[in-house]
Nanobody, 114 residues
Framework: QVQLVESGGGLVQPGGSLRLSCAASGSISRFKMGWYRQAPGKERELVAVITSGGSTNYADSVKGRFTISRDNAKNTVYLQMNSLNPEDTAVYYC?????????WGQGTQVTVSS
């Protein structure tokens, strides 16, 4: 069992930046780690993933603005979010996967508004 705790969310103005962190209760070195988000009235969607080998993939809507990274020594995954816009407002969830297991954090709210 792996517990994930997200932090770093908050209120930011359009064009601003935030850095989300996801701290795991155990080693994540073998896990594929991801960030997902869910806006009100919408389905949860993939934002970014990073494999155990460090390969990354991003949703088209965040490419060039968001960067996912991992620090296996700290059992932590990060999501650097730049050039935020109101459409990025959502609850952001951390995800850890290693077949057939999948774990989720409780989510952190990101609100982009002037």
């Amino acid at each position: 069992q792996v517990q994930l705790v997200e932090s770093g969310g908050g209120l930011v103005q359009p064009g601003g930046s935030l850095r989300l962190s996801c701290a795991a209760s155990g080693s994540i070195s073998r896990f594929k780690m991801g960030w997902y988000r869910q806006a009100p009235g919408k389905e949860r969607e993939l934002v970014a993933v990073i494999t155990s080998g460090g390969s990354t993939n991003y949703a088209d809507s965040v490419k060039g603005r968001f960067t996912i990274s991992r620090d296996n020594a700290k059992n932590t995954v990060y999501l650097q979010m730049n050039s935020l816009n109101p459409e990025d407002t959502a609850v952001y969830y951390c995800n850890a996967e290693i077949w057939p297991l999948k774990y989720w954090g409780q989510g952190t709210q990101v609100t982009v508004s002037s």
